[in-house]
């Protein structure tokens, strides 16, 4: 499943190869993918048609392609979220079809003799067009920033974790709180804070959070350097196999394998049906608080 920084790649590379052009056709191959539209693959084509993409927006995992307004009102905004399997590719027109291609945005004007793809096999993900959404889509506006955000504000994220009493992996997770992480960034981000996932949130001190949000960012930004070399050549790729995973993971997948920085074997343990991965030496898993026995 694509993470945060592998999405900010798409959206990077968006950036630069088709903001500016314009829509001058749409294909859609198979109607799941703009089931989120609600006039269907008919109007989904039709709302895009002849409309100039003025920027690539990006809030956690939802991608939005700002669309040059029609009048003075707020323009719309092509929605993009890459769910499980998805990608979009930007292909000359005569590329061959990808084996799950499912739309096609036929590009004219600065990119000129190309087209956008997107490729989803499980379909999981999707595109649709938010009405007014240009700025904000409406539909994501309760999503939080991402640490990558220039605007994300780190005060206020150390005050709503101490507020919590969830264990901070949970809190890493809610997408009110903080966009964008996903389950493998979480536990390699705390390991290397060596903290435990399920440690409250008020019991950390606003150092140790602003510490692992330190961790988080550099997890964060390792795999985007990474994940950026895919980029050079006119493809826009994502997939959850990008190289990232391969070589700089510490925690994650790594059950038994010794723990880099203590040797002792990693465990795994289930966690909202999937896995979570730890040091037991590095990151102990937390005591209950005592009960006290007498008053203060
Ligand atoms: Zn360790």
């Known amino acids: 499943m694509p993470e945060l920084p592998e999405v900010e790649v798409v959206r990077a590379g968006l950036e630069r190869y088709v903001v500016g052009a314009t829509i001058s056709a749409v294909q859609v191959l198979h109607p799941r993918p703009v089931r989120r539209h609600p006039t269907g693959s008919t109007g989904f084509a039709a709302s895009l048609a002849g409309r100039r993409i003025a920027g690539a927006r990006r809030r956690g ?147 140790q959070v602003r510490e692992l949000l330190d961790h988080v960012r550099d997890v964060m930004t390792d795999a985007l350097a990474q994940g950026g070399t895919s980029f050079d050549a006119l493809y826009v790729n994502v997939n959850g196999e990008s190289g990232y995973f391969d070589r700089s993971l510490h925690a994650y997948g790594r059950e038994d394998e010794p723990c880099e920085r203590c040797g002792t074997p990693m465990r795994r343990v289930p966690f909202m049906n999937r896995s979570s991965y730890f040091c037991p030496r590095c990151q102990p898993v937390p005591r209950r608080r005592a009960r006290r026995t007498a008053p203060d």
Not at 83 to 101: F, I, T
Not at 102 to 126: C, H, I, K, P, T
Not at 134 to 160: C, K, N, Q, S, T
Request: proline share 7%; hydrophobic share 40%.
């Open 61 to 207: 995992k939802y991608l939005w392609l700002p669309l040059a307004p029609l009048d003075t009102g707020p323009g719309d905004a092509l929605m993009a979220h890459l769910g499980m399997s998805g990608q979009l590719l930007v292909q000359r027109p005569d590329a061959p079809y990808e084996r799950h291609l499912r739309v096609r945005l036929v590009l004219e004007g600065s990119a000129q003799g190309r087209e956008l793809r997107f490729v989803d096999q499980r379909m999981f993900g999707g595109l649709w067009v938010s009405p007014g959404g240009a700025e904000l889509p409406a539909e994501i506006g309760h999503i939080a920033r991402d640490p990558l955000d220039p605007l994300f504000d780190a005060a206020e994220f150390v005050r709503r974790v101490r507020r919590s009493s969830s264990g901070i992996k949970r809190i890493l997770l809610t997408q009110t709180v903080v966009s964008g992480i996903g389950n493998i960034y979480a536990d390699e981000a705390l390991w290397r804070a060596r903290l435990h996932g399920e440690r409250p949130g008020n019991r950390l001190t606003p150092t």
